[in-house]
């Protein structure tokens, strides 16, 4: 299952590390304690809207900005756990044996044809 929290967490950290801001430089300018957004970061914690906020004023990135590439990320998400889903379907179908006829079946027309 994926968590917003997670994805959140690391959209910060990269448009942060992107900047080249520190964690304590962030949380200073966003008067958020270093510890809490490095917990938001590490997907811990999840934000309030005010907190989102005031964490994209101090990345000086729009809020809907950080919402998209979050939004995109669930998206890619979403997208391989549904795959790995039918995978698991079809293995489900197919039959996790081969028939020992089809196992032998060419190596006796090999040696049929080795023999002549």
């Known amino acids: 299952m994926v968590l917003v929290r997670h994805e959140m967490g690391e959209v910060l950290r990269d448009v942060r590390l992107r900047r080249g801001d520190t964690l304590r430089q962030v ?6 304690a270093l510890g809490y957004l490095s917990e938001i970061e590490r997907g811990q914690k999840e934000a309030s809207s005010e ?7 101090a990345l000086d990135t729009p809020l809907s900005t ?3 590439e979050v939004g995109n990320r ?3 998400s979403e997208t391989l756990i549904a795959r790995e889903r ?3 379907q079809v293995q489900q179908v197919i039959p996790d044996t081969v028939p020992d006829n089809l196992l032998n079946g060419p ?6 044809v080795s023999t002549h």
Not at 107 to 112: D, I, K, N, S
């Open 107 to 112: 190596a006796r027309h090999e040696q049929a």
């Open 27 to 32: 949380a200073g300018r966003a008067s958020v």
């Open 86 to 88: 039918q995978l698991a």
């Open 66 to 68: 950080i919402y998209h």
């Open 74 to 76: 669930l998206a890619k």
């Open 51 to 57: 907190i989102l906020a005031s964490v994209a004023e």
